[in-house]
């Protein structure tokens, strides 16, 4: 079975550029969440969605947004980027809104130059 | 941003040797959460716990939920070489996804 999966693996971007990293989680669970890990420290929550609608948002600027689609995979879209903004970027996903074991990606290791 | 007091940082052992690792919060978790990360992956879930007091065991691992709420630790024994990694604890606050992590503890294992 195909788990969390996370496009593009690494990506380079230069300051001030827009960046779509995408999530496809596992079939049949309706959550997912994005969470960004600097290099040397846990993650850090970003975003949840459950059946499409919005469920927590972290303390991450505007310039941050995601969206879920009707099949559940979701994007994450950063704007006008910022060297601050290079990290591991991770999508999990559960089957259920509340968490009971999510189930990580692999990421998409962002870097800003 | 929000994160766990986790210790310690990092850990050399040889390997045979116990390992224990907790977590501490001034903020009461619902559930406690252990997870391991490899280079260049995503973290993967060891142990889940639910309810205060509770202790769960997965295999070698074993990890407990504090009577207070806001603690958690976690044993490895007999560690083998391909324990080496980080482990991260996490916690989460009432209903909804979010969790909060700790800084993670990053073992090495020594044949």
């Known amino acids: 079975d195909a788990g969390v999966t996370q496009s593009p693996t690494h990506l380079i971007k230069t300051r001030g550029q827009h960046v779509t990293l995408r999530c496809s989680p596992i079939?049949?669970?309706?959550?997912v969440s994005w969470y960004q890990q600097v290099l040397g420290q846990g993650p850090q929550f970003i975003f949840q969605?459950?059946?499409?609608?919005?469920?927590g948002r972290g303390n991450f600027p505007d310039r941050f947004s995601a969206r879920q689609f009707p099949n559940y995979s979701s994007e994450l879209n950063v704007n006008a980027l910022l060297l601050g903004d290079s990290a591991l970027y991770l999508c999990?996903?559960?089957?259920?809104?509340?968490?009971?074991?999510?189930?990580f990606g692999s990421g998409t290791r962002l870097t800003v130059v | 941003g929000q994160q766990l007091n986790q210790s310690p940082q990092s850990m050399f052992i040889q390997e045979g040797e116990d390992v224990s690792m907790n977590c501490t919060s001034s903020?009461?978790?619902?559930?406690w959460l252990w997870y391991k990360q490899d280079p260049g992956e995503g973290p993967v879930l060891l142990i889940a716990l639910y309810k205060a007091g509770e202790l769960t065991s997965n295999g070698r691992l074993t990890a407990q939920f504090g009577i207070t709420r806001k603690d958690s630790f976690l044993n490895i024994s007999a560690s083998i070489p391909s324990d080496v990694g980080i482990y991260f604890c996490a916690g989460q606050l009432g209903s909804g996804g979010k969790l909060i992590f700790g800084q993670g503890t990053e073992l090495s294992v020594k044949p």
């Open positions: 969605y459950y059946e499409k609608e919005e469920r």
């Open positions: 999990a996903s559960s089957p259920q809104a509340l968490n009971y074991g999510y189930t």
């Open positions: 903020s009461i978790f619902n559930t």
């Open positions: 079939s049949g669970h309706k959550s």
